[in-house]
């Protein structure tokens, strides 16, 4: 119901796979963010953008490529991932990059494990 | 630094009232937000509060002071669907980024 959709819902890689994360956001928003979320930690900011424009890499390994070909649709693509980046990926929306009361909307997210 | 303290985990019976506090110490304030996160599923978004006072939304309410660098989250007439972790998280001002708690997860035991 929160309009953010994400698929695959869980997956399992070995260290050499390569393979691709989706989100996709029927709200009308323009901004959109991943985060990876670990037990028992505070959600961790990976990347946002803002009209399809990357506005924020938070030293994120390069292991870890985003994409965004339009304000709908955004996808993390995974390669040679290690065993500690075993974690619940969260993709968000909101309507614009401003701050105050913007709220983001959450999809369900992809449980990765790395094997 | 930035830091935002939750408890881990709380633990309540259905019919009863909880309180999920919230502490946080940030450069600038532009707002603070709860979110509702039950196991596997988004988290969902429950209130946001700016200025000083309470918030009431139902069941759930939402407290704020500046000052003291606190809120906390007020469950009443608990159920067992509220069984979920709730996390706080903090926007610093001029920035869009939101600086997050761990999270408290809350058991709602018969």
């Not at chain 1, 309507?95 to 369900?108: H, N, R, S």
């Not at chain 2, 506090?21 to 988290?43: D, R, V």
């Not at chain 2, 509060?49 to 009431?56: K, Q, S, T």
Request: charged share 20%; proline share 4%.
């Amino acid at each position: 119901e929160t309009g953010v959709t994400q698929t695959p819902r869980h997956l399992v890689m070995g260290m050499t796979n390569k393979k691709s994360l989706k989100c996709e956001q029927h709200l009308g928003h323009n901004a959109m963010y991943w985060y990876k979320q670990s037990a028992k930690k505070p959600l961790e900011l990976m990347f946002v953008y803002s009209l399809e424009e990357r506005v924020e890499n938070n030293s994120v390994p390069s292991r870890f490529s985003p994409e965004c070909p339009n304000s709908s649709h955004l996808f993390l693509h995974l390669h040679t991932l290690q065993p500690e980046d075993s974690a619940l990926y969260l993709c968000a929306s909101s309507q614009d990059l401003a701050g105050g009361a913007e709220t983001q909307y959450f999809g369900p997210g992809t449980r990765l494990l790395v094997l | 630094g930035q830091n935002i303290d939750q408890p881990t985990e709380m633990t309540a019976t259905e019919g009863a009232i909880v309180q999920i506090n919230c502490t946080y110490q940030t450069s600038g304030f532009n707002g603070l937000f709860w979110y509702q996160q039950h196991a596997g599923e988004a988290p969902t978004f429950l209130s946001y509060n700016v200025l000083d006072g309470l918030e009431e939304k139902g069941r759930f309410s939402s407290f704020l002071s500046r000052s003291k660098g606190y809120s906390y989250l007020l469950l009443k007439e608990l159920q067992m669907k509220d069984s979920a972790s709730y996390l706080c998280a903090v926007r610093d001002e001029g920035n869009y980024q939101l600086i997050w708690g761990a999270g408290t997860k809350l058991i709602i035991k018969p």
